[in-house]
Each structure stands twice: as C-alpha cells, then as structure tokens.
C-alpha cells in the first residue's frame, strides 16, 4: 500500500528548514532588454502587455509585472523587412497594429501574434505612424506627409491626402473619431474630418519640426512639441495658429504622452523624461532617464500608475508617475534661480525629490472641477 505522505528525511539537531524566498514586489517592472534598438512601443488597454517594434523590423509582446523575474516575452513577429516605426493596439485590445519603413501595414492578433490582415504597398514612402481610431478604422502617415484612413470592413483607404511637406510624426483624434490631428516635419499641424473624409485646415508653421501632438484639458486643448524644445498650444476651435508657447530647456521634444488632464511626460535627445504641466506652464521635474541615449517613444499603462520608455539604450524602462496623478500645480510661482537641476519624481529619476512638493500644492484634483487655470 503507497504512503499517502511522502516520507522526509529528519534534520539534523539545531537545524532549520531553509526559508523559501518570496518573489520580491517592485514600485515598477524590471528593464526589459532587446537585440536592436525598439524604436517603438505601445501598453496594452487594459492588459499589462507591452508591444514593441525594432530597428530589424520585428515585433515583440511581452507581458510586464512588477514582481521580479516576472516579465515574459510572449511572441515576437519577423514579417517586416526593415525597421518597425511604430505599434499600436486597436481599442478592444484584440489587435495590433504596426507600420514600418517598408512601406506596409501589418495587423496581428494580440494572443497568437497571427499576421491576419497585411498591406504590403500601403504608401508610396517609409511609414512613420499609426492611429487606430475605432475598432474598423485606422489612420496612417508616413515620411512624404501623405495621410490615409482606412476602413477594414472595405479593406482599403477611405481617406488619402498630402498636405503637409514634410514627414507625419504623430496623430491623435478627439474623444469621437471625428477630428483627426496631425503633427508634421514641416511644423505645421493639419487638421482632417475622418466621419466627412476631408481635409479642413492647417496651422501656421511653428519653428522647427513638431514631434509630438495630444489633446489636453478635456479636448478644449491641444499642446505639440518640437524639435526645438518648444511646447506648443492650440484652442480646440483655432487651429490656424498657437495661441501660447512653452519653450523648454530641453535640446528637442521627440515624443510626448498625456498623464493627466493638465500633465504631460516628454522625451527628449538628452535621454530624460520631464514631467510638464500645462496651463499653468511649469516643468515639474524628472521622471526617469535613458542617460545620454534618444528617447524614442513614451507609452501610459491603463490607470495612469506606470509609465514605459523605449530608447537607444535597447532598453524599455518603466516609471512610476502615480505621483503625478493628484497634483494640482499652483498659479502663483516662487522666484528660482535659473539653471539648477531637475527635481527628480520618482525614486529611478537621478538626483533627490525631496523638495519635488515645495511649491505644489498635493490634493487631488476636483473630480469636477469649475474652470481651467486658462
């Protein structure tokens, strides 16, 4: 008759069992390392997966927690043949977009990592950007600033138009797929009617590229970054030109992601991640930093708690900016001497935060608040 508990051999007198180490928890997942550098990256929406496309043109999924040893590499795509320029994830998290400098759309299934919907000769230039915008209709934009929207339920472009010079850097649409914005070399912004499939107007051109577009302020504003480290700020209703500008002591804004209604985390070629609040205008301080390498793209987890970066370190980094998420930022603003360092936000970021709070007032924020400080 088999023994229904194994038999343990007895320890030796005085001699405790050795403990079991628990997993250590981490404020944010580990580094996640690659072969080439990831130019591009995208957090799941509801999923903690992230997304990221390289300079050899693949495509990776992982799965992130902040648990040690916890990060997982799912799947990886080897169907582009050069570089993947950007990725996406449609808005029910079933699908994954990605666009490279062959000039193809690539569309995946988020589980398997299928290639299920391909177009090889989507543009007749290197693509740059994508923008899902429901769940049937994606907007792209590549090098020759040639826009298109297409519609997968007529599997092609429902929108083509060229009317900016230079590049499309990025896009971002209004909270009804209705307004689609984009960000161009030539330092214009154009602004396209996706439900009318027409173009409507440009911007005046700013100086320097503009890099970066997101809408802020519940969709009343839209803030641009530039290669010249210049935010710059447009009513919802006056497109044709800036109505205020930022300029940052920063070499360029090269991406930028919105963090909370009146917060944004940009990156830049000097490898840091500023915290900036808009309206009132103020650099808050550092959020992390890829020393001394390119910051390529900036990706928001869902909930707003963690932030991910891709640089030329080969790296993706992830920062806690849940911090950022409460902060109601002053009007009034205390004398500083110029030229000091940046307060650090978070306990990666180098330097010291003790006196991040000194001049914020730490409160959340009105769940609705009256008015804007603008």
Not at 60 to 86: A, F, I, M, P, V
Not at 153 to 163: P, S
Not at 286 to 308: M, N, S
Request: with cysteine; glycine share 10%.
């Amino acid at each position: 008759r088999s023994r229904s508990r194994s038999h343990r051999p007895a320890l030796p007198q005085g001699c405790s069992e050795p403990e079991v180490r628990e997993p250590r928890l981490r404020d944010t997942p580990e580094d996640i390392c690659f072969d080439a550098t990831a130019n591009a990256i995208a957090l799941h929406p509801v999923r903690p997966l992230l997304a990221a496309g390289d300079l050899d043109g693949d495509v990776y999924l992982y799965s992130y927690s902040c648990t040690e040893g916890e990060n997982r590499q799912l799947w990886s795509s080897g169907h582009h043949l050069k570089s993947c320029r950007d990725v996406a994830f449609s808005q029910d998290g079933q699908k994954l977009f990605t666009v490279s400098k062959d000039k193809s759309v690539h569309i995946l299934t988020v589980e398997e990592g299928r290639l299920e919907t391909r177009f090889p000769k989507a543009h007749g230039s290197a693509l740059n950007c994508v923008l899902p915008i429901d769940n049937h209709v994606f907007a792209t934009g590549d090098d020759g600033g040639m826009l298109k929207v297409w519609d997968l339920r007529k599997g092609d472009a429902i929108l083509e138009a060229r009317q900016q010079e230079e590049y499309i850097s990025a896009m971002a649409v209004d909270g009804n797929g209705k307004i689609l914005l984009t960000a161009s070399g030539d330092g214009t912004l154009g602004v396209f009617n996706v439900k009318r499939r027409r173009f409507e107007l440009l911007s005046e051109p700013q100086n320097g590229d503009l890099t970066s577009v997101v809408l802020l302020k519940r969709g009343r504003k839209v803030a641009c970054g530039s290669s010249e480290g210049t935010i710059y700020l447009f009513n919802w209703d006056g497109f044709g030109a800036a109505s205020d500008r930022f300029a940052l002591r920063a070499e360029s804004i090269d991406c930028m992601v919105p963090i909370t209604d009146s917060i944004v985390c940009m990156g830049s070629q000097d490898g840091v991640i500023r915290a900036v609040s808009i309206l009132p205008n103020r650099v808050l301080g550092c959020v992390g930093q890829h020393l001394g390498e390119p910051i390529e793209q900036l990706a928001v987890a869902p909930g707003g708690q963690l932030l991910a970066s891709c640089a030329h370190d080969q790296k993706v980094k992830f920062w806690d900016v849940s911090a950022l998420r409460g902060l109601v930022v002053d009007d009034y603003r205390k004398k500083k001497k110029k030229g000091g360092p940046l307060r650090a936000l978070s306990n990666k970021a180098v330097g010291s935060g003790e006196d991040f709070f000194a001049d914020l007032r730490d409160e959340a924020e009105p769940a609705a608040a009256g008015s804007d400080s603008d």
